[in-house]
């Protein structure tokens, strides 16, 4: 298999993360691939006509994308615990963390774009928009801290942990943790898990 990937995508990250939870890291080879917003990637776009990643090419030749679905045909390669639940309950509370966690994620994203832009050419109420939606999840994620510490380790716990640390990365001014603080016990648990360490974000690769 074959996975097109970056150092700092939050979404690679989710992949990288239960490759190495699964056992499977061995199995993919990675292809480093540039997937700007506004400069479409033709090396990529030939697998994903997105242009984005993560995208996973394998060997039969299908392409698989994005990290939802990743992830769920990874974790059926290996003969350790599910990282998605079986139908009921506990799998809608992870696939809707993850949904959660992955949204949040996307508006992180469009916020920064619009942080990155000259002070001129910003849009102060799409600024204003993204901190509300940004402060409320985390007020839910807030209310759910427990619950995630009783739950175990799942995709939803994966994605809500890989978002968590892009907002450490990216967002270093916004100080989640000070409104947040059971939130913030639950993630420094997860920050130590050798998976998690082993993926940190990278700026010294290109």
């Known amino acids: 298999m074959k996975l097109h990937w970056s150092p700092r995508s939050p979404f690679v990250r989710k992949v990288a993360i239960l490759l190495l ?4 890291d061995a199995q993919v080879e990675r292809v480093r691939s540039v997937a700007a917003i506004a400069v479409p990637n033709p090396a990529l776009m030939r697998d994903n006509p997105l242009s984005q990643i993560p995208a996973l090419v394998l060997d039969d030749g299908q392409v698989l994308y994005d990290s939802p679905v990743i992830c769920e045909y990874l974790d059926g390669l290996h003969g350790g615990a599910g990282f998605f639940p079986p139908a009921g309950a506990a799998r809608w509370t992870a696939l809707r963390r993850q949904a959660l966690a992955d949204g949040m994620l996307a508006i992180l994203l469009l916020w920064r774009q619009e942080r990155m832009k000259d002070a001129g050419r910003r849009l102060p109420e799409w600024l204003a928009a993204f901190a509300t939606k940004i402060d409320a999840c ?13 739950d175990g380790f799942d995709i939803g716990h ?21 409104a947040h603080p059971a939130l913030a016990g639950w993630h420094a648990g997860f920050a130590q898990r050798p998976s998690v360490l082993a993926t940190v974000p990278d700026d010294a690769q290109a």
């Not at 809500?160 to 943790?177: A, E, I, N, Q, T």
Request: proline fraction near 3%.
């Open 21 to 24: 939870e699964t056992g499977l």
């Open 138 to 150: 985390l007020a839910r994620l807030e209310d759910e801290a427990a619950a995630l510490a009783r």
């Open 158 to 178: 994966v994605s809500v942990g890989c978002m968590l640390s892009y907002l450490d990365y990216r967002f270093p001014d916004l100080d989640w943790r000070a």
